[in-house]
């Protein structure tokens, strides 16, 4: 089997791949419309905020502080259209701000200050949630929910020549610009790690930290960029929440969501197009579980049954990729072992019997 | 290496939250379009201040439902009663225990807790037999024997039915729904009583039923859009929302769909002017405000108390005292035209339940008390 493994890596790598492509085609074909459309809806905040999370993890900090910088997201792309009258694209412009804000704070904090990762993380992300509710309490006076005529949602774009497309055109078109740039970002972010300088400094420091540090790359400003790029995506994707979805900011409204996209990040091993993948996977089980429960044939099931089936699918693709994990490791192993044999016996050779040659 | 000193961080950080207020320094809208009938403001103001009270909300307030019910009552009792009353918001179950602990210290005459666990209530009325409890919003599978606690059971069912009425003549499709939060019994109360009233006067109407599930079912927005919009997709275009805090999402999706809604607990019917056909009102402000009376007159009274439609703890916005007629202002014509007809059938049915001629199922009795 390991042998196999061995013989046709790059093949089963690409079926993999193929296997996720086909996957997703049978996905389209096989959904309704309507909940293809609410699944692509609901991934978008998972894509945007798996992206964000391994930016950061790829330059070597986990971002705990997702949930806070989606929450902060939401509530100032709100904040700052109430009674304006502004174009809610300005909101959005100054949730992603906000963010990137935040992610500065963030990166300074533990770069500089050395404040624990994690008490940081959780600490920023109360902090948000507590501070969004007082905000809304001591300026707007309201309690709970923030909603007002002059905040307008974001307006849906057909895109031109693709939504005249037979079968795919109203699938993939007439949904908000966050939906289209998410889609732009994923080409985005996998281009700046793999194609640039940059990106290649990034993933030096998360791979390990001190040789780049030795080959002359500057760490903390690295590190500095990619969690003020990671707090720009987690806030824009908040403002998918409050002005892409709702046209409202309510009380913690993420719901969690951005923990999700965390756990989308390392179940994709950190790479741009998986992520965007089990984005997808996750936005289109949750639309079924909604859209199942009036279904003829499964309505017979009780509705919890239902609305677990995402938890379900969930863990059942856990164990899958750390079988894969667990592979590749073994692969790894044999692979050097095969290629270095010799090198290995003769090296084995000296040190058992040194100067018998 | 960057080199950043504490005082330029502190200066970076000062700017951020200069920002953040700033942001926020647009003042609060003044909101007077109100057809408030409430008597209220001829009253007197009474002093009772050697009666005091406190009340547990479970969340923070804001839900545009049950917990905002809560507090106005609450505020209604301070201001007319002139009692001492203290309004503590928790942030989530995990408080509850805690906080109404915390409030018992203080030794009001009366702790009213609003949808504490009957876990919580049933050992807290046990452990301080001489503090005086009222525990609404908080369903019981067995109501501890002691006499320091009361509740009022507000038959949601009724007003529900009548909510159902109003969908089942309004509907186009001949498809309406219903979302709850989860599939808890005292959702289902509502559900079902909507469901009944939907089906009296459209028996060949198809009653959807969905719930959103999830870790926050009540304050997840997000997902109870994208289920109505699923639910508007099926053909359904008049939704009845129990959801808490989720809700908003629904009333949003039939906004932005042109379709329809019913509220929930508090009037909801301005939120989404037109779209919000009327809101099947849960009067905990009611039942707050009659507890602390019970204080002030010294009538309380240990036990479960039925209150429903007759006693006004149950009813629609459309009621007299509340008189919301903002769909009919804002409405389409072909569904405002119907109107009168709906508020006729509305009141006949009304009356039947109130003489008993109607008995809408009650999902709580059928499950705690099947041996009736």
């Given at each position: 089997m390991l042998e196999l493994m061995v013989k046709y890596q790059d093949d089963l790598r690409r079926t993999l791949l193929i296997g996720g492509v086909i996957l997703t085609i049978l996905v389209f074909v096989a959904l309704p419309t309507n909940v293809i459309q609410s699944g692509i809806r609901l991934s978008t905040p998972f894509v945007l905020g798996s992206l964000a999370a391994l930016i950061a993890s790829r330059a070597g900090v986990l971002n705990l502080a997702i949930e806070g910088k989606m929450l902060l997201g939401s509530f100032i792309a709100v904040a700052v259209l109430f009674q304006r009258d502004l174009d809610p694209a300005v909101g959005v412009l100054a949730a992603t701000i906000a963010g990137g804000v935040l992610g500065l704070i963030f990166a300074i904090l533990y770069l500089?200050?050395?404040?624990n990762l994690i008490i940081l993380a959780l600490a920023l992300n109360l902090f948000v949630a507590n501070a969004t509710v007082f905000f809304m309490r001591?300026?707007?006076?309201?309690?709970?929910t923030l909603a007002d005529p002059s905040i307008r949602g974001l307006p849906t774009y057909d895109l031109p020549i693709i939504k005249d497309l037979p079968f795919i055109g109203e699938l993939i078109s007439g949904y908000n610009g966050i939906v289209y740039i998410s889609w732009m970002m994923v080409v985005a972010i996998w281009v700046l790690l793999r194609k640039t300088q940059f990106g290649r400094h990034i993933r030096a420091v998360g791979e390990n930290k001190e040789a780049a540090e030795t080959a002359g790359i500057n760490v903390t400003r690295v590190q500095i960029f990619a969690l003020t790029l990671s707090g720009m995506l987690a806030g824009f994707a908040g403002s998918f929440f409050s002005l892409g979805i709702l046209s409202q900011f309510l009380e913690n409204m993420t719901a969690g969501r951005g923990w999700i996209a965390l756990t989308i990040s390392l179940f994709a091993l950190e790479r741009p197009l998986p992520a965007f993948f089990t984005s997808l996977f996750f936005g289109f089980s949750e639309a079924l579980s909604l859209d199942l429960q009036n279904s003829e044939t499964v309505s017979f099931l009780p509705p919890d049954i239902l609305l677990l089936m995402p938890q379900v699918a969930a863990i059942g693709a856990l164990v899958l990729v750390a079988l894969r994990i667990r592979g590749s490791e073994l692969l790894k192993r044999r692979q050097f072992v095969a290629q270095f044999s010799k090198e290995l016996g003769d090296l084995k050779r000296m040190v058992i019997s040194p100067g018998q040659d | 290496m960057l080199k950043i000193s504490h005082k330029q961080i502190v200066l970076l950080l000062v700017i951020a939250m200069g920002a953040i207020i700033s942001v926020g320094m647009v003042h609060a809208q003044d909101d007077g379009s109100d057809c408030s009938v409430d008597v209220s403001s001829d009253v007197e103001p009474q002093d009772n201040s050697d009666v005091s009270f406190a009340i547990i909300l479970p969340n923070a307030r804001g839900d545009r439902s049950f917990i905002d019910s809560a507090a106005a009552g609450a505020e209604r009792a301070i201001a007319e009663l002139g009692v001492e009353g203290t309004i503590i918001e928790t942030a989530g179950v995990q408080e509850h225990d805690a906080a109404v602990r915390r409030a018992v210290q203080d030794e009001p005459d009366l702790v009213i807790t609003i949808a504490v666990d009957e876990s919580i209530i049933s050992e807290i009325v046990e452990e301080f037999p001489d503090q005086k409890f009222a525990a609404q919003e908080t369903f019981f599978t067995e109501i501890p024997d002691v006499d320091n606690l009361a509740l009022f059971n507000i038959l949601t069912h009724e007003n529900s039915y009548l909510a159902g009425i109003a969908a089942g003549m309004l509907s186009r499709t001949g498809i309406v729904g219903a979302v709850g939060g989860g599939d808890f019994p005292g959702i289902n109360l509502f559900i079902q009583g909507y469901e009944e009233g939907v089906l009296s006067v459209c028996p060949d109407c198809t009653v959807l039923r969905s719930y959103v599930g999830g870790s926050n079912p009540f304050s997840d927005p997000v997902r109870a859009k994208e289920l109505a919009l699923s639910m508007y997709a099926d053909g359904a275009d008049i939704l009845f929302q129990v959801a808490g805090r989720s809700g908003e999402g629904v009333l949003e999706a039939a906004n932005e769909t042109g379709n329809f809604a019913i509220g929930v607990d508090s009037n909801q019917d301005d939120t989404f002017p037109g779209t919000v056909i009327v809101s099947a009102m849960k009067r905990v402000d009611n039942a707050v405000f009659s507890f602390v009376e019970s204080m002030v007159n010294d009538t309380y009274t240990p036990g479960t108390t039925n209150v429903g439609l007759a006693e006004g703890f149950a009813g629609l916005s459309w009621d007299d005292g509340i008189c919301s007629r903002t769909f009919d202002e804002n409405g389409p014509e072909d569904l405002v035209e119907k109107l009168p007809a709906v508020r006729e059938a509305i009141a006949e049915a009304r009356e039947g339940i109130l003489s008993g001629d109607i008995v809408v199922t009650n999902v709580l009795f059928e499950e705690f008390d099947s041996g009736d």
């Open positions: 500089q200050i050395r404040v001591t300026e707007f006076g309201v309690f709970g | -």
